[in-house]
């Protein structure tokens, strides 16, 4: 008798997830509670724990095979070596949610790429990835007519080689971010609007608050949660940032999640911090360091990422004076904050050094305007140049 | 050229052959002093006399039994089965007889028979009298199975396969009996085994037989106008079935729709696709598609519901088209 | 009535076809002949006497009890036994065995499998002849169980409105395969049909030779003459069962043992003896002439290969 292991659901949203270690090969035995395999789910790795003790009989689904939750990954028997029959049928206990039924006659059994014969053929005789083509048939078949825009690619008749290359495949969190990406890039109007800023003031709130809250929390405050919390304060202020369009009209959030762009060495994630506004500068820096850590560690859950409503992402710490971020989709703005540089500035006609940092917002412009936007920037440099005004 | 219809070309091969060839006689019921049932063999009596052109009694077994035997004498029937339908009284002479006489002998004999037969639908003959039935005989080594379309066709296949030596089942259409068509006025012959491109194109291929020639060429005009451009290709010859004329069509257009009356499944189509798949599967962008009458006997006023039409084929089309 | 030379011919003919089914027989028990095979042992005087009144540019159709009248017919015995063997050298290439058996040459159209299949073919042959304006005649044998397919009755009637040169010979040995004739059918002589579709029939001791020789004499004359075709029944005695192997498990060890008290070949001998047109020598003679021949035969078809692969294909079509 075996024991079917399963995909699980591993946060509310969860659809689908992707195998991307198993910590046991097969035949070995593995004790209850000890971590069997990893899943990867919407760019977060989650180590899964064997429901029970017993020998790994078979592994249904390799690594980097993407199933939906519920479906049964592999197999553990009680006896060494124990011969499985598995007839491919997940078992009845499968989560209220799960949406997939069986296939109907026609469509996929499998996730091999659909495509013709005549479009293998073509692809094979031109050197081409099927993966690496576009799909206008129905199902996401790959036909013949998609292989006509690389007629004359042919392999055999290539000119010198191209430049050798190393191909790596995208792990699932790529694929998620160049979907968000290539969403936010083409689901929104986005524009852009710059404002600079005369940080010292900043500077100093953050010096005069940091040894409180480090000993309230035990927690450095840093630069990045003082800026966090005023750019909160001017979103209150200004409605129209705090927004969603939807094709029924514009969707105004009361509460904001701001989200934090994080970037880990497999990519870049945006963890949330819930309720920024209600949230003193302390709370603030306390819930970053948490999620911060745990985002190191590969210990965030898919729930720590939903439900952010602005997002702010930061490249100062590499020294980068200004740039533009992608709306981090279905927000309507995020904010890019650049580094904090030494530079001249003009004040009462005189030029002084002065720390200035430079503030990018990306926001749509289905939702809001340029002057609504120049409104919003005026107000954050403000209170950015007036920490004080700002209770923190 | 001149215009007849595909009866009186019937009746023209027939006599053509019966003056060349002293061999040849026809056989039949009613073929004689009735002309037939259709008026195929109008006339010929008159002209060649009641020594070549035999009225039997309702004897199928009999006539092809006769034809079998004559020809293994040396002489050249063309027998007439009054419906296609009727084939199956007469399958043992036929199938067991007629169609082995030469390879079971060891090559002694020949078999130059051919037996003329109507079928197909659209007359509301009923069930018993409207089938299409190629297939059956298309499965049996020794026979040859052959589907004019046209006057032009009809007359010349009809020619070449009385100067045939094997056995050949002539299947027409009495739909088509009608049709008016044009034809060279000398001699001329449609050899057996060769298909004909009756619609060049280069967007999909159908290969179509009989009636459903003229459906699939009303649809490619339809077609045409949608920005596609159907290739239709008239079998003319079920078997030998004509590989090479179906291939390079496909080798060109990578998609291919078979459009018959006969019921769809197990019919020649069948055979078609899977030939097709066996030479050639990567040279197909969609899936090898049948147009074919549905599963059931063909209904007496239901005709319009039954017997496959343009529209069909066109659909039939659409589907590969946007695969 | 008849020369000597005739009579001796006749009797040659019945031993031949004895000692040959017998032989095949046994060759079939030893596992040296493929398929099936139905011996006509008892029979063999409608054989002899029927296709001794003919003359080659005849034809005959025969069943898958044909050998006897094959050989009586006159082809050779040596491409008979080939084919039975199945070998390249039969009269057919090897690809048609026993129930198939044919000579173009000899006029044996060929032996049909199906049992009534020959009988709408014989009208052809028939027909081919008047339609020359020849004098050919063609004898169509059948059995008893062929009298009740459709094919004898479309084939009777289309050949006495057409007044074709057919002999309609019914070899009646009381079986049709396992049912005998009592099962089958109300009538007791086939014959007697004859009348329904307007032609002459009669019915005849099948092993009385000379008997069965006088009527299709007569009834081959008719037919030369144009006078149109004749069912001659030929009742006699199925001395084995069906096909070789038959345990005959349906028939009474009565019936066998009656069958087996008419002797065609024993009442023929006993004839000619007794009419001085043989000694006693003359049969033991014969039987080693006879001997001699079958194993000259068995030689030639043991000796012949199998056709080659490439037989497969050919003569499908012209």
């Not at chain 2, 259709?38 to 006339?43: D, H, S, V, Y």
């Not at chain 2, 056995?167 to 060279?184: D, N, R, S």
């Amino acid at each position: 008798m075996a024991t079917p292991v399963l995909m699980p659901k591993i946060g509310l949203t969860m659809t689908e997830g992707m195998v991307i270690e198993w910590k046991k090969k097969e035949g070995e035995w593995v004790d209850k509670g000890e971590v069997l395999f990893v899943v990867e789910t919407e760019k977060v790795a989650f180590e899964v724990e064997a429901a029970q003790s017993g020998f790994l009989a078979r592994i249904l689904v390799q690594v980097d095979e993407t199933v939906p939750v519920g479906e049964v990954i592999g197999l553990l028997t009680e006896k060494e070596g124990e011969k499985v029959e598995w007839t491919g049928k997940t078992p009845e206990v499968i989560p209220e949610d799960r949406k997939s039924g069986p296939p109907e006659a026609g469509t996929d059994r499998g996730k091999k790429i659909r495509a013709t014969p005549m479009a293998r053929r073509l692809a094979k005789e031109r050197g081409l990835d099927l993966e690496s083509l576009s799909s206008s048939g129905i199902g996401g078949r790959i036909r013949m007519a998609d292989l006509e825009s690389t007629a004359g690619t042919d392999a055999a008749t290539q000119g010198p080689p191209e430049a050798a290359g190393r191909l790596v495949k995208p792990s699932g969190m790529r694929k998620i971010i160049a979907e968000k990406m290539m969403a936010g890039k083409r689901d929104t109007a986005h524009t852009y609007m710059v404002a600079s800023i005369d940080a010292t003031r900043i500077l100093e709130a953050r010096e005069t608050l940091a040894p409180a809250v480090e000993k309230e929390t035990g927690v450095r405050l840093t630069f990045t949660d003082v800026l966090m919390k005023i750019t909160a304060e001017a979103i209150a202020s200004h409605p129209i940032i705090n927004t969603r369009w939807t094709p029924e009209g514009i969707l105004f959030f009361d509460v904001i999640h701001m989200g934090m762009a994080m970037a880990l060495d497999e990519g870049l994630i945006v963890p949330v911090i819930r309720d920024i506004g209600s949230k003193p500068v302390s709370e603030i820096a306390r819930t970053r360091a948490v999620i911060v850590e745990r985002g190191r560690a590969g210990k965030l859950t898919p729930d720590d990422m939903k439900g952010s409503t602005f997002t702010v992402s930061s490249l100062g710490m590499y020294g980068v004076e200004e740039f533009t971020a992608i709306i981090n989709v279905p927000e309507s703005a995020i904010l890019a904050v650049g580094a904090v540089l030494e530079k001249p500035v003009v004040v009462t006609k005189e030029i002084v050094v002065r720390p200035v940092m430079k503030l990018t917002l990306s926001y749509d412009h289905r939702v809001i305007d340029g002057a609504k936007a120049a409104e919003f920037m005026k107000t954050l440099r403000e209170r950015m140049e007036n920490p004080s005004s700002v209770v923190l | 050229m001149r215009e007849i219809r595909y009866i009186k070309a019937i009746t023209e091969a027939l006599s053509e052959e019966m003056a060349r060839d002293e061999d040849v006689f026809i056989i039949g019921e009613d073929v004689g002093g009735p002309g037939g049932a259709f008026g195929a063999t109008r006339g010929l009596l008159e002209t060649f006399g009641d020594r070549r052109v035999k009225d039997t009694p309702i004897s199928e077994s009999a006539i092809v039994g006769l034809a079998t035997g004559a020809a293994i004498s040396g002489l050249r029937p063309v027998a007439e089965i009054m419906f296609a339908d009727f084939l199956a009284v007469c399958m043992d002479q036929i199938v067991n007889q007629m169609a082995k006489t030469r390879y079971m002998f060891g090559g002694m004999y020949t078999m130059p028979v051919v037996i003329r037969t109507s079928c197909g639908g659209g007359l509301n003959a009923g069930p018993q009298h409207s089938q299409c039935l190629e297939a059956w005989f298309a499965h049996v080594p020794g026979l040859k199975v052959v589907m004019p379309s046209t006057p032009y066709d009809v007359k010349g296949l009809l020619k070449s396969a009385i100067r045939d030596d094997n056995p050949v089942l002539f299947f027409e259409h009495k739909a088509l009996y009608a049709m008016k068509g044009e034809i060279p006025d000398g001699e001329y012959l449609v050899p057996i085994g060769k298909a004909d491109v009756k619609r060049p194109g280069k967007d999909v291929s159908v290969v179509a037989t009989s009636r459903m020639v003229h459906q699939a060429l009303e649809a490619a005009k339809v077609l045409s106008g949608e920005g596609i451009d159907t290739e239709v290709i008239d079998l003319r010859t079920i078997s030998p079935l004509d590989k090479e004329t179906i291939l390079q069509s496909v080798e060109k257009t990578s998609r291919l729709v078979i459009a018959h009356e006969a019921v769809k499944a197990f019919g020649i189509g069948a055979e078609i696709a899977a030939m097709v798949c066996e030479e050639m599967i990567d040279r197909l962008d969609a899936p090898v598609t049948r147009v074919g009458a549905p599963f059931v006997p063909t209904p007496f006023n239901l005709e319009n519901l039954y017997l496959p039409n343009a529209g069909d084929v066109a659909a039939a089309v659409r589907n590969v088209m946007e695969f | 009535m008849e020369n000597k030379e005739k009579f001796l011919e006749i009797l040659y003919l019945m031993v031949k076809i004895r000692r040959v089914e017998e032989r095949i027989d046994n060759l079939f028990a030893q596992g040296k002949i493929p398929g099936f095979l139905h011996v006509s042992i008892g029979q063999e005087a409608i054989a002899a006497g029927v296709c001794s009144c003919l003359d080659a540019e005849d034809s005959i159709l025969t069943t898958h009890r044909g050998h006897g009248q094959a050989l009586a017919k006159g082809m050779d015995l040596n491409r008979f036994m080939a084919e039975i063997y199945g070998r390249k050298d039969g009269c057919c290439k090897g690809k048609s065995g026993s129930m198939h058996i044919a000579s173009k040459e000899d006029g044996v159209v060929g032996s049909n499998g199906i049992v009534g299949g020959g009988l709408p073919i014989s009208l052809g042959t028939a027909f081919a002849s008047m339609y020359r304006g020849e004098k050919n005649v063609t004898v169509c044998f059948f059995g008893d169980g062929a009298s009740n397919q459709g094919t004898f009755h479309e084939a009777l009637n289309l050949a006495a409105l057409w007044n074709l040169p057919i002999v309609f010979c019914c070899e009646n040995n009381g079986w049709a395969q396992f049912t005998s004739q009592k099962r089958y059918m109300k009538l007791e002589n086939i014959s007697k049909r004859a009348e329904a579709y307007g032609m002459p029939g009669v019915t005849v001791d099948g092993s009385d030779v000379l008997t069965v020789r006088g009527e299709a004499e007569k009834a081959v004359a008719r037919a030369r003459a144009g006078e149109g075709p004749t069912l001659l029944e030929c009742k006699t005695r199925r001395w084995a069962g069906h096909y070789v192997g038959d345990p005959q498990k349906y028939r009474s060890p009565d019936d066998t043992r009656e069958a087996k008290e008419h002797d065609p070949i024993a009442r023929f001998a006993a004839f000619l003896m007794e009419s001085k047109y043989i000694g006693p020598a003359h049969m033991d003679a014969l039987e080693t002439k006879v001997k001699s021949e079958i194993d000259e035969a068995v030689a030639f078809a043991e000796g012949s290969p199998v056709a080659a692969a490439d037989e497969l294909f050919t003569d499908v079509y012209a």
